[in-house]
């Protein structure tokens, strides 16, 4: 049951990071697990900073250290980049790099 919950969780993380990023300010998302636990999920973007809460049947609990990762073509070569939100910006690793990629708002804020 637990390996559903992070499962759920990890899927809706990735949606949600997607969008998040491209709207500053807050979504949120609901669901049910398999065994029907009541899921919540409220993500705030605030500059470059992604953070929220988690709510498994009512219980909170803060979100923090989000990641995530994504496929691309690069140079007509597919490759999978993992990433990850910090206060600045963000970090991009491409996979068999050994130096991430900093990225930070392209607006300046």
Known sequence: ????????VASILFFAAALA????????WQGT???????QLELKLAGSQ????LSVDGSVTPISDVTFAFKTTIDGQQVTVSGRSFSDGLELLPAGATN???LVHADGK
């Open 100 to 102: 991430p990629v900093v």
């Open 50 to 53: 992604l953070t929220g809460t």
């Open 33 to 39: 697990t398999g065994s029907g636990r009541a899921v």
């Open 21 to 28: 990023a491209q709207t500053i300010g807050t979504t949120r």
């Open 1 to 8: 049951m637990r390996g559903s919950i992070a499962l759920m």
